[in-house]
């Protein structure tokens, strides 16, 4: 192929792609939110997260800023609501109200509601600013004198609300001591505002006959993640009135153009499409799901990979607060599982999607955590495991450092998985040097003096536990298998760094002797060094495949008679579990480059979930607006599944780049991805058609060559400098 034709080849895929996110990527109802849990639709900039339920007699926004947590040190607390805030419209009459929509759209994060009410055309935009800091809630409408509205803002901890000039105050202080703040103003198109007391003695607002208004809500508490500032940041009321002062003075044109520039210059980085589909206008994204069990939908498919790189992106960006349990999003002061940072799998499922889908910023938050709990975790760890160096977590964790639970001694290992992939996709050295490697060193050096050394020479991880399940006891899989990773990431770090050559070949001796992992009985991989696994065994948890994903120890190309038992193991788990489960059984899948079974465990993950209880050992799916049904809703879920499609799509981990590893038959007829990374810096562009690549590309900012496998075929090839 001539130069000229592959230039404009690779464009016209880039815009085709391209034209697909801009048109398709929405879900949207035809009818308000009456759930918060399941229906209600996400925004957030990272740090200020709402809920909005979109309706016509009142409006219903419950929002939430990262850092508003009890607990200490010590005591795990949970993550908090902040509060929400009433918009009562005067436009109760039954029946005048058609033509509605609510729609949230993923290219622009901007979430958008349209109706008419006694056949005037009514509009509102809301979005949450990361450039600017507040959220912004804009209603227009044609007609003149259209909105006569009560605003209320309520503080989700009874503290009374209080006026601010053309605006709402609450603030308080948790028994922890945290300060929290929040201030909501208004800007007025016409009509006349007044601003009393209601019966309880929180003021509201009353805003009559105007042709339109826009609200702008800044929140912030005086958390900051430093343990040697006591964790104590700036005054929140200082935060926010600063937010507050910068975005009044902007035009809405341009708090919005800002906005999503922002946004874009991160969720454009990547695209996908699979097959031929067209926008499905006329079926909202409850009706699409139900319709999916008859009639398979790629873009529906589509839409819920990148509603995963939506949802982190709204969660977590540079600066802030790794994404929970529920990313940021709860209304909840004593939320399932404190909406906590959970150690055995689900913060590191929460950023599994990140380096490989191009959003390395958003992987930031969860390293930076992890670099500020390193002291207080040093003393916990101590008062637990006397004398050793380094340090370890719970199976429950909060923002200070606080943690509750059973010990999970691998945990701190897992984090520093992602301590080296970060490195691993970008290649920085200097942050390999000054940033993760004296972590991957200090956890490398815990395990050192943690193992057990045995008298026929084979070295063990004590009294560990397969979470969630199983007796407490030495050689466990899940724990051998994250140590045999913690020290090979180290070792790699040392190599790639050339220093601390005797430690470095210290840990190499200590890995060579480790458990390696079993082939039990009836040809399972074992979960325990003892053969003793049961294959009737459904648990959720299957923390002894570990070594195959997300780690790299097992492999159908280096260890095919270890990666045909972890295949035993994982068909007696079965494919249908809780949300969560089930994304890393779609990873798992992919890695044994099964993509048919793969997409079969992707489709039992798109199954409609009602109801607001909590019953995780009765399957899982989503919601009516996408968010993982664990139940209840867990954002992990929808993290695994972007990250399992990638791993259908392209894989690095094994020191080779292969093309399409895991390609369902159901996608096999058309599809395009661009912006995809590899490990090593590289980026991957290509296109697909009856199952065989037609079209690649892979660039990266030095010069490289690598082992690729396009089409089942290995070859060397150079990467040029992109």
Not at 176 to 202: F, V
Not at 225 to 247: C, F, I
Not at 669 to 677: A, F, H, P, T
Request: neutral net charge; glycine residues 8%.
């Amino acid at each position: 192929m001539k130069l000229g034709n592959l230039i404009l080849t690779l464009l016209l895929i880039c815009n085709s792609v391209q034209a697909q996110n801009s048109n398709n990527l929405k879900i949207w109802d035809n009818k308000p939110a009456k759930d918060w849990m399941t229906q209600a639709y996400p925004i957030g900039n990272g740090k200020l997260g709402a809920m909005i339920f979109g309706g016509t007699d009142q409006e219903h926004i419950q929002f939430n800023e990262s850092s508003l947590w009890t607990g200490d040190e010590q005591e795990t607390g949970a993550y908090q609501a902040f509060g929400e805030i009433f918009i009562d419209f005067d436009q109760k009459e039954a029946g005048k109200t058609t033509l509605y929509k609510r729609t949230l759209n993923l290219n622009d994060a901007i979430h958008q509601i349209s109706y008419q009410y006694n056949g005037q055309e009514f509009t509102r935009e809301y979005f949450s600013s990361h450039p600017d800091q507040v959220m912004i809630f804009n209603y227009a409408s044609k007609a003149k004198n259209a909105y006569s509205v009560t605003i209320r803002l309520k503080d989700a901890h009874a503290s009374k609300t209080k006026n601010a000039t053309d605006g709402l105050i609450i603030e308080g202080v948790l028994p922890n001591g945290l300060k929290y703040a929040s201030t909501l103003r208004l800007k007025q198109n016409g009509g006349t505002l007044k601003i009393d007391k209601d019966s309880e003695g929180n003021s509201q607002i009353h805003l009559t006959k105007a042709n339109g208004f826009t609200l702008f809500l800044s929140a912030s508490t005086d958390y900051i993640n430093q343990r040697a500032r006591q964790w104590k940041g700036e005054d929140p009321s200082q935060v926010v009135n600063r937010n507050l002062k910068t975005a009044l003075a902007k035009s809405y044109a341009v708090l919005k153009n800002s906005h999503i520039k922002d946004y874009q210059s991160l969720f454009n980085r990547f695209a996908l499409q699979i097959g031929n589909n067209t926008p499905k206008d006329d079926v909202p994204t409850v009706q699409q799901i139900i319709n999916y069990k008859k009639n398979t939908d790629n873009q529906l498919e589509t839409t819920l990979f990148q509603y995963g790189r939506y949802l982190l992106i709204s969660s977590s960006r540079k600066g802030g607060l790794p994404a929970n349990l529920q990313g940021i999003w709860n209304n909840s002061n004593n939320p399932p599982w404190r909406s906590d940072y959970h150690s055995n799998i689900n913060i590191q499922m929460n950023y599994w999607l990140a380096e490989p889908t191009n959003l390395a910023e958003s992987n930031v938050p969860y390293l930076d955590y992890i670099n500020s709990m390193r002291e207080v975790k040093k003393e916990n760890t101590q008062k637990e495991y006397p004398g050793v160096r380094g340090w370890t977590v719970r199976t429950e964790n909060n923002i200070f450092g606080g943690e509750s639970f059973s010990w999970n001694t691998p945990g701190s290992a897992w984090y520093a998985q992602a301590l080296w992939d970060h490195y691993s996709f970008n290649q920085d050295k200097g942050y390999l040097k000054s940033f993760a490697y004296p972590i991957l060193k200090e956890l490398s050096e815990f395990w050192d003096d943690h193992l057990k050394r045995r008298s026929d020479g084979v070295i063990v991880a004590p009294d560990g536990w397969s979470p969630e399940h199983g007796p407490k006891e030495d050689g466990v899989s899940y724990d051998q298998q994250i140590v045999y990773d913690l020290f090979t990431n180290y070792i790699e770090a040392a190599d790639s760094l050339k220093i601390d050559t005797d430690y470095r070949n210290h840990i190499a001796s200590l890995r060579d002797k480790l458990l390696k992992p079993k082939i039990g009985k009836w040809g399972q991989l074992q979960e325990w060094e003892d053969d003793k696994d049961d294959p009737n065994d459904k648990h959720r948890h299957a923390s002894h495949l570990f070594a195959l994903h997300p780690g790299r120890q097992i492999s159908i190309n280096k260890t095919p008679e270890l990666a045909e038992a972890a295949k035993v193991s994982l068909t007696a788990r079965g494919d249908e579990s809780t949300g969560w489960s089930m994304a890393w059984k779609m990873n798992f899948w992919a890695r044994l480059h099964d993509g048919n079974h793969a997409y079969q465990i992707l489709k039992n993950f798109i199954t409609l979930v009602g109801g607001d209880g909590i019953d995780y050992n009765d399957g899982g799916g989503i919601y009516e607006n996408l968010l993982c049904a664990h139940p209840p809703f867990q954002i992990d879920g929808n993290f695994g599944y972007t990250a399992g499609v990638t791993e259908m799509l392209v894989q690095s981990q094994e020191g080779l780049i292969d093309l399409l590893p895991a390609l369902p038959d159901a996608w096999k007829s058309y599809g395009e991805v661009r912006g995809l990374k590899a490990r090593g810096n590289i980026t991957v562009d290509l296109k697909w058609k009856d199952g065989v690549i037609t079209d690649y590309k892979l660039t990266s900012p030095l010069v490289r060559q690598i082992q690729l496998k396009v089409n089942g075929t290995l070859k060397t090839a150079t990467v040029k400098k992109s």
